[in-house]
């Protein structure tokens, strides 16, 4: 990919990018062996990567003359979402933002986000044509504060002579098809042996780690932890981030929020481990209203604790979802009315003459295909049927949606 850097920058290979931005890259493959000196599975991959980036990296996408690494490394970096939200907090965080290092680089996604609230950012790579394709592009978007080098985050942490305001981390895990619990030693770069020496050359560190890392399991691993931020966008977990300060001792602070996809909170859930401990559940059946609490705080395990702050009954110990009689709209996840409880097939039809319906099971005996199958009704329409347990019975029940 590297040494067609200098074709991909010129007007006509950008201008057909463009107008060809639709058209389907396998039939381009197929069709033609070369384009403007290109090889068509280059200029196929470069079209796949535009359209990746038009949701996930929007000021890549309006950027002319931006370059696309394989599509691996596009669907592991960071969206523009989540690194924006990073460099925000960070800049309310960290008081002396002078020097950060990506010890993880990639694409360089976060890198250009650290660029814009530290006075210089550091962007470790050790693949050599990913970090030249990053190096290229942060120069495309005019982020010239970013110093570049092919070095692996050890090798890095290890030789740096200066001193970091932050550290920014982002391991992988060794075993990508495993969906069991994992622990942070099994990822590389390994942070539970570099956070020794990172801490002292850095006064902060953040991590990212997947979803499916067990909060609790992080937070035995990581030295020091401040902040745990469990970030969805639009609903959809997607990153968990711990901010450790050197030599901090206190409460750990676990912050919940769902972005949209330009990166704007839509909802924030702010709360300790010890308050959800502490915390109480009023249990109820079915009232008026369902909640369904966000991706994100169903991944913080905060299940009585925002009942009790919203002034929620649950319905059940394992059913995570709540009810009351009169509406609160502010609640940071779904909103059903309930219009129907436990209808049997024939009440439903009536209720459905399309016999479409959006299915939910939340703690019920039967998988929403199941469900459908069951009661003759297939996906569509604008109602809800939602079948779940309480504390006393099984119900179904049709709803339509608030929020």
């Known amino acids: ?18 107008e060809h931005e639709h058209d389907d890259e396998r039939v381009i493959v197929l069709k033609q062996k070369e384009i403007l000196g290109l090889p068509s599975s ?16 929007p000021t890549w996408y309006r950027t002319t003359g931006i370059v696309y690494p394989p599509t691996i490394n596009l669907e592991q970096c960071s969206s523009e979402a989540t690194a924006s939200f990073k460099a925000t907090f960070l800049k309310e965080l960290i008081p002396n933002r ?58 890095f942490i290890e030789n740096s002579s200066e001193t970091f305001d932050l550290v920014y981390i982002d391991p992988s895990r060794r075993d990508q098809q495993s969906h069991k619990v994992f622990r942070l030693a099994d990822c590389s770069p390994d942070i ?25 399991q992080g937070l035995r691993e990581l030295e020091f932890v401040k902040i745990v931020f469990v970030v969805s966008v639009e609903n959809e977990c997607k990153e968990l981030l711990f901010l450790a300060g050197k030599n901090y001792s206190g409460t750990v602070q676990i912050e919940v ?35 369904e609490p966000n991706a994100s705080i169903m991944k913080a395990g905060a299940f009585k604790l925002v009942g009790e702050r919203y002034q929620l009954n649950k319905l059940s110990v394992n059913t995570h979802l709540y009810t009351s009689l009169q509406l609160i709209t502010d609640f940071p996840g779904r909103i059903f009315r309930v219009e129907n409880l ?18 939910l099971t939340r703690n019920y005996p039967l998988r929403p295909e199941e469900l459908k199958k069951k009661l003759n009704v297939r996906d569509g329409g604008d109602k809800y049927l939602i079948g779940f347990s309480s504390e006393k019975k099984k119900y179904l029940g049709l709803c339509s949606r608030i929020q």
């Open 98 to 155: 002078l020097v950060a290092a990506d010890v993880t680089g990639g694409l360089g996604v976060d890198s250009y986000f650290l660029s814009k609230v530290f006075e210089s950012a550091h962007h470790v790579e050790a693949n050599k044509e990913l970090l030249e394709i990053a190096k290229h592009n942060h120069k495309t978007l005019g982020a010239i504060s970013i110093k570049h080098h092919n070095d692996t985050a050890e090798q």
């Open 342 to 359: 436990n209808p049997d097939k024939k009440e439903l039809h009536n209720l459905l003459p399309t016999k479409q319906v959006n299915v």
């Open 192 to 216: 539970t042996a570099l956070q020794s020496i990172i801490f002292k050359k850095g006064i902060f560190l953040l991590m990212k780690a997947s979803p499916l890392l067990d909060i609790q």
């Open 1 to 18: 990919m590297i040494k067609f850097l200098s074709l991909f920058v010129q007007s006509s290979v950008q201008e057909y990018l463009i």
């Open 42 to 57: 280059v200029i196929a991959s470069q079209l796949s990567g535009r359209k990746t980036a038009k949701t996930k990296l």
């Open 257 to 291: 929020v769902d972005l949209t996809y330009s990166g704007t909170v839509r909802s924030s859930f702010i709360f300790s481990i010890e308050e959800e401990q502490e915390a109480a559940s009023k249990w109820d059946e079915p009232l008026e209203y369902l909640y």
